[in-house]
């Protein structure tokens, strides 16, 4: 009775700690995200928005587009970007002026969740250096989220110059 006992608990530990780590497995991927930057819309079309300051976000993904995993604490700023309806072309451009600011750009597709797959993403440039995004234009019409992180280090300031998009009707009066 004992030995059964035994092998018994043993089998039922073994499962518990593969349950509760395929738990903590999916509850990292499953990490929503909450932009920290005004919109982009067609409103900001070919526009260089004002810098934004990434130091000022919080490390809200642990992993990020599907499962990349960026190195110790980086700060995650994210805005909510509209593409469509209508024609849409070019390139997102983030650029820094800290020249030991790594930056890595992924743009999130569905929602913002470190689970979300990114069509787009941008890791080329070393530290000071911008990063191209895109084109944008195979891209569906509707809500992206554009990650702007590092794999690297540092944060600091940085500018993105928005491709075209169309600009949404507001409003429409005949009189």
Same mark, same amino acid.
């Given at each position: 009775?004992?030995?059964?006992?035994?092998?018994?608990?043993?089998?039922?530990?073994?499962?518990?700690? @593969? *349950?509760?780590? #395929?738990?903590?497995? %999916?509850? !990292?991927?499953?990490?929503?995200?909450?932009?920290?930057?005004?919109?982009?819309?067609?409103?900001?079309?070919?526009?260089? #928005?004002?810098?934004?300051?990434?130091?000022? *976000?919080?490390?809200?993904?642990? @992993?990020?587009?599907? %499962?990349?995993?960026?190195?110790? =604490?980086?700060?995650?700023?994210?805005?909510?970007?509209? @593409? %469509?309806?209508?024609?849409? !072309? %070019?390139?997102?451009?983030?650029?820094?002026?800290?020249?030991?600011?790594?930056?890595?750009?992924? #743009?999130?597709?569905?929602?913002?969740?470190?689970?979300?797959?990114?069509?787009?993403?941008?890791?080329?440039?070393?530290?000071?250096?911008?990063?191209?995004?895109?084109?944008?234009d195979s891209l569906a019409n509707g809500t992206y989220f554009l990650l702007v992180t590092t794999f690297g280090a540092g944060c600091g300031p940085v500018t993105i110059?928005? =491709?075209?998009?169309? @600009?949404? #009707?507001?409003?429409?009066?005949?009189?």
């Amino acid at each position: 009775f004992e030995t059964f006992w035994s092998d018994d608990m043993k089998k039922i530990l073994l499962g518990a700690t @593969v *349950a509760a780590s #395929l738990a903590f497995a %999916g509850a !990292s991927f499953a990490q929503t995200c909450t932009p920290s930057a005004p919109p982009i819309t067609g409103a900001n079309s070919g526009q260089t #928005l004002a810098a934004y300051d990434t130091c000022t *976000a919080t490390d809200q993904l642990a @992993v990020s587009c599907s %499962g990349l995993n960026p190195i110790g =604490p980086a700060t995650d700023a994210i805005w909510s970007v509209t @593409v %469509g309806p209508g024609a849409h !072309s %070019g390139s997102f451009t983030i650029a820094t002026s800290n020249g030991a600011y790594d930056l890595y750009a992924g #743009l999130m597709s569905g929602s913002c969740s470190g689970a979300s797959p990114c069509p787009l993403e941008a890791d080329s440039a070393g530290p000071g250096g911008s990063e191209t995004l895109g084109p944008i234009d195979s891209l569906a019409n509707g809500t992206y989220f554009l990650l702007v992180t590092t794999f690297g280090a540092g944060c600091g300031p940085v500018t993105i110059t928005v =491709p075209t998009v169309p @600009v949404t #009707l507001q409003g429409f009066s005949v009189e």
